[in-house]
T-cell receptor
């Protein structure tokens, strides 16, 4: 069925350390994988996405990797800062069975960066 | 460009009432989708509209409905409100195959 699993549910790191969040998706037809950051009381904000024909993408301290064979994708944040503290969501579009534009979200990871 | 806007931002209703939420997408974006966010269920897809047509629908009861206008603005309606409908309702717009951008949401409280 349609499912995106995200781990861990909570993650606490020291400032300057790296953080890794992992997701697994079920729809092999999904063709892009976005990541959203949601600060308390604010909207989910798109921070990076990766296309299914790319294995890795970087944007400053953020990188995303994709393993299509294993249906895994991960978010890597290096040199974490207190302002990185937020809830992070991965998502995948349900492309099979004619569906388009329907995003299935992971359950979210609460990242806490301790100063 | 202005971002996705939603009105109202906060709403308090009582059980049995109905509510209409409004969303204005980013200029040029023709796809508008709606999501319900709750602490227990996370972000769940409600429906998606493109060129005034519902293109996708999530697993929500028929009390949840929506529509899109010719200018791409969208509304969603919830009839016969239940306590469990209390949530943050998020609208998102997208262009082509790009990921959607979210609005600030409407916080609905049902008493």
């Amino acid at each position: 069925g349609e499912n995106v699993e995200q781990h861990p549910s909570t993650l606490s790191v020291q400032e300057g350390d790296s953080a890794v969040i992992k997701c697994t998706y079920s729809d092999s037809a999904s063709n892009y994988f976005p990541w959203y950051k949601q600060e308390l009381g604010k909207r989910p904000q798109l921070i990076i996405d990766i296309r299914s024909n790319v294995g890795e993408k970087k944007d400053q301290r953020i990188a995303v990797t994709l393993n299509k064979t294993a249906k895994h994708f991960s978010l890597h944040i290096t040199e974490t800062q207190p302002e990185d503290s937020a809830v992070y969501f991965c998502a995948a579009p349900l492309k099979s069975s004619g569906n388009t534009g329907k995003l299935i979200f992971g359950q979210g990871t609460t990242l806490q960066v301790k100063p | 460009k202005a971002g996705v806007t939603q009105t109202p931002r906060y709403l308090i209703k009582t059980r049995g009432q109905q509510v209409t939420l409004s969303c204005s997408p980013i200029s040029g974006h023709r796809s508008v989708s709606w999501y319900q966010q709750t602490p227990g269920q996370g972000l769940q897809f409600l429906f998606e509209y493109f060129s005034e047509t519902q293109r996708n629908k999530g697993n929500f009861p028929g009390r949840f409905s929506g529509r899109q206008f010719s200018n791409s603005r969208s509304e969603m309606n919830v009839s016969t409100l239940e306590l469990g409908d209390s949530a943050l309702y998020l609208c998102a717009s997208s262009l082509g195959l790009r990921p959607p951008f979210f609005g600030p949401g409407t916080r609905l409280t049902v008493l």
